[in-house]
């Protein structure tokens, strides 16, 4: 079975939501993202825009061809509210290219009412993220 390494930084680094979507992934553990900053877009979804000075903190999945089709429907990258790249991350001392889904969106907006769940599950208790980036990049678009 062919897989390929995807960089979750949003929703997605809920362990409950993950399995369920993509029931074929396994989570890697931590990794960083090097050259982008972490927002909550105009739309309301989690977002890496590029920034050089920043990193966005998330997690690392090995996932399937069935899983990336299913995050290709959730992401709605055919809608165009994201689009899929393949970017350099730092992941357990090494440097690895890993699938991300970008939103076209950089400009900063308010968390969607239905996301803010997931979203706090994901980033305060499953994803084991720094605090100084919870409180930097997180808080102010979210509070636990």
């Not at 949003?10 to 931590?30: D, E, F, I, T």
């Not at 993202?33 to 890496?48: K, M």
């Not at 999945?61 to 990258?77: G, K």
Request: proline share 7%; net charge negative; aromatic share 12%.
């Amino acid at each position: 079975m062919q897989t390929r390494l995807y960089f979750a930084y949003g929703s997605n680094m809920n362990k409950v939501q993950m399995r369920a979507r993509c029931p074929g992934s396994k989570w890697l553990g931590s990794a960083v993202l090097p050259g982008y900053r972490w927002i909550i877009a105009a739309d309301g979804f989690a977002n890496a825009v590029p920034a050089p000075e920043d990193t966005v903190e998330g997690v690392l999945f090995e996932i399937t061809q069935a899983d990336e089709a299913a995050l290709d429907i959730y992401e709605e990258v055919d809608a165009g509210c994201y689009a899929k790249h393949v970017v350099t991350l730092r992941h357990a001392g090494t440097t690895v290219e890993a699938l991300v889904y970008l939103n076209p969106l950089t400009e900063p907006g308010t968390a969607a009412p239905a996301y803010l769940e997931p979203l706090r599950t994901a980033m305060f208790v499953d994803a084991g993220l720094s605090e100084a980036y919870l409180s930097r990049y997180i808080l102010p678009f979210i509070h636990p």
